[in-house]
T-cell receptor, first 112, second 115 residues
């Protein structure tokens, strides 16, 4: 009965090698979010989709992109990962804007 | 702009003792407030939320929080700590303005339970 699924749970990539993280939901929620959480820090919003409308946070690096091909799936693309991009990446969904957010288990990204 | 301050990056209590985790918020509009718990290498799990209904909110695992507008606070409490409560706790605020905004989190409080 998993509601927000993230794959893979652990991802290792090389410096500069593009990587894609996946998130899917069975809740049929309208809004999907991506957060970055570095070690011992609070999650930080990168961007979100409200249906098909993409909203980028002002300080999200251009290196980070996102795609939402349909209601259920959302992808985070890191075009050229740097060592500073190593973090836990959390996907969340909410039924409506400002509503309760439900989080997936996260993907821990390691950059070598 | 909204912000959240969690006092105390680490809180240690004895098993069976009262748990009190502090959270103060700043918001230009009536806020939605949340407490999430995070276990090691896992995502965030919602404990409870305040959305302008009752000011005393009861959540899962015996936790509750009280919204105090005059103090701009939303402290989390549990009468009797259990070893399984050891985790990271995040307070978060959401703007109720209607935009599809994300959550603004506090820096988190690591709860340690002493046997």
């Amino acid at each position: 009965d998993a509601m927000v699924i993230q794959n893979p749970r652990y991802q290792v990539t090389q410096f500069g090698k593009p990587v894609t993280l996946s998130c899917s939901q069975t809740l049929n929620h309208n809004v999907m979010y991506w957060y970055q959480q570095k070690s011992s820090q609070a999650p930080k919003l990168l961007f979100h989709y409200y249906d098909k409308d993409f909203n980028n946070e002002a300080d999200t690096p251009d290196n980070f992109q996102s795609r939402r091909p349909n209601t259920s799936f959302c992808f985070l693309d890191i075009r050229s990962p740097g060592l500073g991009d190593a973090a836990m990446y959390l996907c969340a969904t909410s039924r409506d804007p400002g509503g309760t957010q439900y989080f997936g288990p996260g993907t821990r990204l390691t950059v070598l | 702009a909204q912000s959240v301050t969690q006092l105390g990056s680490h809180v240690s209590v004895s098993e069976g003792a009262l748990v009190l985790l502090r959270c103060n918020y700043s918001s230009s509009v009536p806020p939605y407030l949340f407490w999430y718990v995070q276990y090691p290498n896992q995502g965030l799990q919602l404990l409870l939320k305040y959305t302008s209904a009752a000011t005393l909110v009861k959540g899962i695992n015996g936790f509750e929080a009280e919204f105090k507008k005059s103090e701009t606070s939303f402290h989390l409490t549990k009468p009797s700590a259990h070893m399984s409560d050891a985790a990271e706790y995040f307070c978060a605020v959401s703007d109720t303005g209607g935009g599809a905004d994300g959550l603004t989190f506090g820096k988190g409080t690591h709860l340690i339970i002493q046997p």
